[in-house]
């Protein structure tokens, strides 16, 4: 079943930006060129579990490990908010190219044998970091686009982030010159202009199971702000598009890129184990 033309006006602040080989190559973004998501599970049966450890050991961590990492540019914890499933958390780490993501994990090696040069120490130490997580993980890698909205300073505070994955449809009839103007019209007068997205940041598939995927994160202060950006997003849609029917033509040229196909998902951003 399609999704109706009036529906999609209402949340496309989600639907805009479109990445394949062939489509995302108009400039190279600012910044990481790639980041890994690592989805980890907590170890369930963990009968001493506490938050107030577990951050205590990834806040050891960050600081003798991953913030000494030059090669790793930024590094957040998301834990479930709104998901499918309650025992995810999610990692997330971001890279200038390609060869650093593969460095950084011998870096990191060098950087905790110094942190911690006594052998059993060291072996302790993860033992009680990995006690934490089930054994069962698994990997994406995405390729960083251009259209931003970076964030203006550090996160003092836990903030709401959602996610939404949409899927790539690939028109015979489309092209990148149309769809480049179609993300650049969108981006400068939607999303760069509702000021409730604290950082809005846009990855298309690189390595993994799906190579539609297309994954955008926006970050807000608070759920109710979460509501009040979608409604914020019709303001801004009307102004832009004042005529319904130059807003229903920008539509018909946009949808066609996208299966209509989208999952939404909320974390909470752990402000404190951030690099």
């Not at 600081?63 to 990692?91: C, G, P, Q, W």
């Not at 006690?131 to 505070?157: N, P, R």
């Not at 409604?231 to 801004?236: F, I, K, M």
């Not at 920008?250 to 909320?266: A, E």
């Amino acid at each position: 079943m399609k999704t109706t033309k009036q529906s999609l006006i209402v949340i496309a602040v989600f639907l805009l930006l479109f990445s394949t080989s062939s489509f995302a190559q108009e400039e190279t973004p600012q910044g990481p060129q790639y980041i890994t998501v690592t989805t980890m599970h907590w170890n369930m049966d963990l009968e001493d579990f506490s938050m107030d450890e577990w951050k205590a050991i990834e806040k050891e961590y960050l600081e003798e490990v991953t913030m000494k990492n030059e090669l790793i540019l930024s590094a957040s914890f998301f834990l479930h908010r709104y998901t499918a499933d309650n025992t995810e958390l999610v990692y997330v780490q971001s890279y200038a190219n390609w060869e650093a993501i593969d460095k950084a994990d011998d870096r990191n090696g060098e950087l905790a044998r110094a942190a911690w040069p006594d052998d059993d120490a060291r072996a302790a130490f993860f033992k009680k970091r990995n006690a934490y997580y089930e054994d069962f993980h698994s990997d994406e890698i995405y390729a960083t686009l251009s259209g931003a909205k970076v964030m203006s300073q550090a996160a003092t505070e836990d903030m709401v982030c959602y996610v939404r994955k949409s899927h790539f449809s690939f028109p015979e009839d489309g092209s990148q010159k149309e769809f480049n103007a179609l993300r650049k019209e969108f981006l400068e007068n939607v999303i760069h202009k509702n000021d409730y997205f604290k950082a809005y940041y846009p990855n298309a598939h690189a390595w993994g199971s799906d190579r539609t995927e297309f994954v955008e994160a926006f970050f807000v202060n608070s759920l109710a702000d979460l509501e009040k950006a979608q409604q914020r997003t019709g303001e801004l849609v009307r102004t832009h598009w004042a005529d319904e029917e130059a807003r229903k033509a920008f539509w018909t040229k946009n949808n066609k890129y996208f299966t209509g196909v989208h999952g939404d998902f909320i974390y909470t951003l752990v402000a404190g184990l951030s690099k």
